[in-house]
């Protein structure tokens, strides 16, 4: 698999905002054939990316969607709306949506299962919150894991985002680390019954957290690392453009 490199620009980018940005960004990324690449924007700019990447091998997509289809939820957007916006993925579960508005993992699979029967890609976040021990995270993993297992693999990908290393102030995770921690999550996303089944390898699994253009070299060389999860270093096109050209070494 192509490896995966995006961004989510969180509740940045007003729709005047985001033309600008991916007028800039579109031409940077012009060359990039071998790389799958994607902007999530906030609902209102969402229209935006369709008219100013149409045509383009840039995808895009929304942070966060409700998990009926329609009906009576007031100010809630639904999946079949992300779908006819031509959004490729969805992202699900982040970790400010997770603390900031009570977001359980029940829920976060519920969206997941309606992002799929959209036919768009969830991308689920998941991570520890504190920074602790391997052995004591993977118990953290499994309860955010657990209920995936039943989701369709080819339009899923998880995102490892421990909470510890998201945000202004904090330092990525070591690449060492995180090839471990992808490879749990792979294990627990097949269940321990079945460690390393087909279905769990084909599953992308994505790091984030403070990524910059300095750092994304030893994250993609690591084994298990298919791709990256761009926070606010991606909010300059330019450096999000320097993160999807570094070569792996
Ligand atoms: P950050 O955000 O790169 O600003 O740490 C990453 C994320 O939350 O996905």
Redesign the pocket.
Known sequence: MSLLIGT?S?MNLTSTEAAAYLDVLRPLLADVVDRETFVLLPFTSIWVARDRLAGSRIRWGAQDVHPEDAGAHTGDVSAPMLADLGCAYVEVG???RRRDHGETDELVAAKVTAVQRSGMTAIV?VGEVERRSFDEIAPELDRQLRLLRGCDPNRLVV?Y?PAW????G?VPAAPQWVGQAHAAVRDLLAGSAAQGSSSSRSVAVIY????APDGAGPLLAEPGVDGL?????ALDPRAFAAIVHTPVP
């Open positions: 989510s969180k982040h970790h400010e976040c995102a985002e290393a998201i945000g202004v904090a984030g957290g403070s990524v999860f761009v926070g606010r270093a």
